[in-house]
């Protein structure tokens, strides 16, 4: 194996403190890491890690090797991609996640597009609406809508997408129409929506003059992704907040009726990230490119 590789193969263990995890994330057999791992430290002549059954943590030289390693593989990346300006040329997987939503009604139909541009590039598609850490799962970039927790991801902002209050016919005619806000206090309910499994619904928030005001809804169920919220508000389970270019169609259709429109939420900001701008390889800035283009016809003015 080349020295370049263990040097990728260390990284990835070091940063994981792992060699199952950094395994599963090369995508390479836990016996291949464990080697290239090795190998490095005969070839060096030091030890670069300490081993234990629980977990793997970095030697003095190993921390020294770690922080040296970074901007070598970046060159190494740059140098190696620097006449791949062609499509033709562009190879290797790209993992990227994005919420289920967008994957099905945008993201899916507009990838034969970009695989016929860029025939050797290989796309692992993950569709979670959960933050997950790309690190650590092996991904490259993940899209996501709303505001984000700090983090040491690189944001690159694509915009903001309108939000709209809606409900079903069903649900309308059953609990009435809400003309204003202080009508939703009188037998409304909304559909909670959590990200997380068993985690506290977001709130039900409305604009005023001086920001934005949450009002406590009754909620009798809570779902953890989109494509579950919209269903559940088709089936007239409650009001839910939700992107309408997600539900223009259902609104179009008279499946959705928008309520409260003087009173729809903030516009919602849509972002993307990934671990390292350094580390960012040709494949992944053509794709934060081609999803940008994407995803401009829905972004708010």
């Known amino acids: 194996m080349e020295r370049i590789e263990q040097y990728r193969i260390f990284v990835q263990v070091a940063e994981l403190g792992s060699f199952i995890q950094a395994s599963r994330v090369l995508k390479l057999p836990r016996a291949t890491v464990s080697a290239a791992v090795q190998q490095l430290e005969a070839g ?9 059954t629980r977990k793997v943590s970095l030697t003095a030289d190993g921390l020294q090797l770690l922080e040296r390693a970074h901007p070598l593989l970046h060159e190494y990346d740059e140098v ?10 562009i190879s290797g997987r790209l993992d990227i996640d994005v919420p289920s939503r967008i994957a099905r009604r945008l993201l899916i139909p507009a990838l034969p597009e970009f695989l016929r541009q860029y025939p050797c590039v290989q796309l692992g598609l993950g569709s979670t609406d959960r933050l997950i850490d790309p690190v650590s799962e092996g991904v490259d970039c993940i899209i996501r809508f709303g505001r984000l927790a700090n983090s040491s991801l690189v944001v690159k ?18 609990h009435g129409v809400p003309r204003q806000l202080d009508d939703l206090r009188r037998g409304h309910h909304c559909i909670g929506y959590s990200p997380t499994t068993g985690g506290q619904a977001l709130p039900w928030e409305c604009p005023e003059d001086d920001g934005e005001r949450s009002i406590e809804l009754p909620c009798r169920m809570i779902v953890n992704n989109v494509e ?43 972002s993307m990230l990934y671990p390292n ?11 934060l490119d081609w999803f940008s283009a994407q995803m401009q016809p829905f972004l708010a003015p």
């Open 157 to 174: 902002p694509l915009g903001q997408v309108l939000l709209v209050n809606c409900a079903s016919p069903s649900y309308l005619a059953e």
């Open 277 to 287: 701008r350094r580390q960012r390889s040709r494949r992944l800035a053509v794709f």
């Open 44 to 52: 060096l002549g030091t030890r670069l890690l300490h081993r234990t």
């Open 228 to 270: 579950s919220y919209i269903a559940s508000c088709c089936a007239g389970l409650g009001l839910i907040q939700v992107p309408l270019f997600d539900i223009q169609h259902l609104l179009d259709a008279g499946a959705l009726v928008e309520v409260l429109p003087e009173h729809r939420p903030a516009p919602m900001p849509v």
């Open 80 to 89: 190696d991609q620097l006449f791949q300006a062609h499509p033709q040329q």
